[in-house]
């Protein structure tokens, strides 16, 4: 996805992915002359073709998240490590090509909103400290992926660029921004040592036009790859609600018309102290965070409320991939639960074009203004 919103201005030589099953989703959507399934810590520098613009990694979020419990990093480049700490692979691959003066002009590392408080703020710093003491400027900016489609899902982007390509006005500022700098990105800057504070950069980018799509416009009335529960199912599913969600349900159908909602389930503690599994349901027009599928709990399923008839369903693959502003045709898995991981662990296309097209594209035009295409690896 993050090729997808790069764009066709820029060339991908080489991607890597662990899993088969995207693997073979890349392929089937770009080719395969460039796609490696296989561990990260087995990758060499002498597999990655020359000099780049960019480098993009996304590495596994699981431990930076509230799913995780925010286990953090990890050092490790063992098989035991912690699965977000496939980073330091990556960045002893990314150390070894400035030895080689092949580093990247531009590395951008995304992640959940959790990187900016895992392990009690130490990721963040580890990562500061990596960027900045391997010859980059660097900053990161929060971007929500509803700003560009209709589902709730902030992420992190570290944008690092070559300590000697001058960065233009227009895309820093002295100070942070509300945009793109909220409380947690400005309490996590401050935790890092004063040499990681002299090389960070406050990114700037312009507001996006207001989205004009919402959650509804995505849905099908007759999707591919679900069906709809029966009425036996969604009474069941409308039983797990609190009271304040039946609520939500009960204003649904006093609006006489198609609303369309998004339900996830969640362990919630009740009065007495028991956990339980709840349904909790959102009519605002805009799903709740897409995740991968480890088990019915992590699909989110949609709740059609028309008059005094309810409907219910899991979400549709490709209404899965249309909230990551993939276009449909875009190749998806048969599997359902692959179809939905895809979408679940991927990147929002049209806020990594935003991210090229008002802050990667501009510093490479300063740093490199004769080259075209751009490369990516």
């Known amino acids: 996805?993050?090729?997808?919103?790069?764009?066709?201005?820029?060339?991908?030589?080489?991607?890597?992915?662990?899993?088969?099953?995207?693997?073979?989703?890349?392929?089937?959507?770009?080719?395969?002359?460039?796609?490696?399934?296989?561990?990260?810590?087995?990758?060499?520098?002498?597999?990655?073709?020359?000099?780049?613009?960019?480098?993009?990694?996304?590495?596994?979020?699981?431990?930076?998240?509230?799913?995780?419990?925010?286990?953090?990093?990890?050092?490790?480049?063992?098989?035991?490590?912690?699965r977000s700490g496939t980073f330091w692979p990556f960045w002893s691959l990314m150390k070894s090509l400035k030895k080689e003066r092949r580093a990247p002009r531009l590395i951008v590392l995304e992640n959940v909103y959790g990187a900016l408080t895992s392990n009690q703020g130490r990721d963040f710093a580890a990562i500061g400290e990596a960027l900045s003491g391997s010859g980059y400027k660097f900053g990161a900016i929060v971007v929500d992926a509803v700003r560009f489609v209709p589902q709730s899902r902030p992420r992190v982007f570290f944008v690092a660029i070559e300590r000697g390509i001058a960065v233009p006005e227009s895309a820093s500022g002295d100070s942070p921004s509300n945009e793109w700098h909220p409380r947690a990105l400005v309490d996590a800057y401050a935790r890092l040592s004063a040499s990681?504070?002299?090389?960070?950069?406050?990114?700037?980018?312009?507001?996006?036009?207001?989205?004009?799509?919402?959650?509804?416009?995505?849905?099908?009335?007759?999707?591919?790859?679900?069906?709809?529960?029966?009425?036996?199912?969604?009474?069941?599913?409308?039983?797990?609600?609190?009271?304040?969600?039946?609520?939500?349900?009960?204003?649904?159908?006093?609006?006489?018309?198609?609303?369309?909602?998004?339900?996830?389930?969640?362990?919630?503690?009740?009065?007495?102290?028991?956990?339980?599994?709840?349904?909790?349901?959102?009519?605002?027009?805009?799903?709740?965070?897409?995740?991968?599928?480890r088990g019915g709990s992590s699909r989110q399923t949609i709740i059609l409320v028309k008059g005094s008839k309810v409907c219910s369903r899991l979400l549709s693959p490709r209404e899965a991939a249309r909230l990551m502003g993939l276009a449909d045709g875009y190749k998806l898995p048969e599997r359902y639960n692959d179809a939905y991981h895809v979408a679940g662990d991927g990147v929002c296309v049209p806020a990594v074009r935003h991210i090229a097209a008002h802050l990667l594209e501009p510093l490479l035009q300063v740093a490199i203004p004769e080259a075209s295409p751009l490369a990516a690896e």
């Open 1 to 82: 996805m993050a090729r997808a919103g790069l764009g066709a201005g820029w060339a991908c030589v080489f991607a890597n992915d662990f899993d088969p099953m995207k693997t073979a989703t890349y392929a089937a959507n770009w080719g395969d002359g460039h796609i490696i399934c296989e561990d990260v810590a087995k990758i060499s520098t002498s597999r990655l073709p020359g000099k780049v613009d960019l480098a993009w990694a996304s590495f596994p979020c699981q431990d930076l998240s509230l799913a995780g419990d925010y286990a953090g990093l990890g050092r490790s480049a063992s098989p035991t490590m912690t």
């Open 196 to 293: 990681a504070k002299k090389k960070w950069v406050w990114w700037r980018l312009p507001n996006p036009p207001a989205r004009k799509v919402a959650f509804s416009d995505l849905v099908e009335d007759d999707p591919v790859g679900v069906r709809w529960h029966t009425a036996e199912e969604t009474a069941r599913l409308i039983e797990m609600m609190s009271a304040v969600n039946r609520a939500k349900v009960e204003g649904a159908k006093r609006k006489r018309r198609r609303v369309v909602g998004a339900v996830y389930k969640r362990t919630r503690e009740d009065a007495d102290g028991i956990k339980r599994q709840r349904a909790e349901v959102r009519f605002d027009e805009v799903a709740g965070c897409l995740r991968t599928p």
